[in-house]
Structures are given as C-alpha cells and as structure tokens.
C-alpha cells in the first residue's frame, strides 16, 4: 500500500495557506507602507539639517546636490515610494524685507497618492508643513520708509541661521 496524502487532506492545507496568505499579504503590505512614511521624515529632518550646516558654514547655498546626499528629483521632490509626495524650495535672505534665508517644505506634485497622504499624516512630517517663523522687518508690499514690524512666513518655511531654527 503507497502512503500519501489524501485529496481530502490536501485540499484542507490549500485552504488553510489561502487563509494565511489573505490576512498575511495586507499586513506586509502596511508595514511596507510604514516603512516608506518612516524614511521620507527622516530623509526630510536630514535635509533640513545638512541645509542648515552648509548655510551656517558656507553664509550661502548652494545647490542641494551639493548640500545634502538626501535623494531629490531634479525638481527638489522628495520620493516617496516611486510618488513626488514632498517639495523642497530654497530661498535667500531678503535685505529689503529682512525676511531670512529658509527653506519652505511644501506638498509635492502627487499629493493625492495614498502614501503621500500617509506621510503628510505623521506628526513630523506634518509639523514641518505647517510650521511658521516670525521676524522683524518689512512687509513685502510696505511703502518705503515704513518702520519694521514683526512678520510671520508662509507655511512650511524654516529659517536656516539665527533665531527659530527647527530642525
């Protein structure tokens, strides 16, 4: 007499696998997603932070190729999972405002993509979208000879020296 499985028996393992694999695949697939969310905060604090330095140190920026080793598009789009969820905009300080060299961190081209909606929902991430910075100075529509007066930024500006610098 052979031994072997029955057909019985091996119709029950298959179900029992296809069970498996349905609650399985969808977890490993949140994680991979958690996983994408987790890297494109830090990617984003280490951005911010080698800007920083290389202005603090330079009194300048130069290209962010030059200034950090953070992957970017050509078009300062942070990449999340194949997805332009987040983009990076330098700008330089304005001596008629005063306005201070920052850096404004802004929704990228595919917001609307469910891992760039992930990301824009961590706390980090959303903390540096929203984040605003005050200094005195100027309106930038002020007629000249207008005292200075505390201004505040647009959303998601950083300022990259002196005084409220987030990092």
Known sequence: M??????IEL????????ILAAVAIPRLAATRDDAEVAKAATNLSTLLGDVG???????KFGTLAEMTNVPLTSANELLAAGKKCLKVTLTSYNATTN???NVKVEQGDDKTESICTAIYKNSGVDK????????SGLAANAQAGTAPSEQTSDAGEYPVSGLSVAF
């Open 53 to 59: 330095a290389y202005y603090t140190s330079q009194g």
């Open 2 to 7: 052979k031994k072997g499985f029955t057909m």
């Open 128 to 135: 540096l979208l929203t984040n605003k910075f005050k200094w």
């Open 11 to 18: 119709v029950f393992v298959i179900v029992i696998l296809g």
């Open 99 to 101: 306005k201070p060299a």
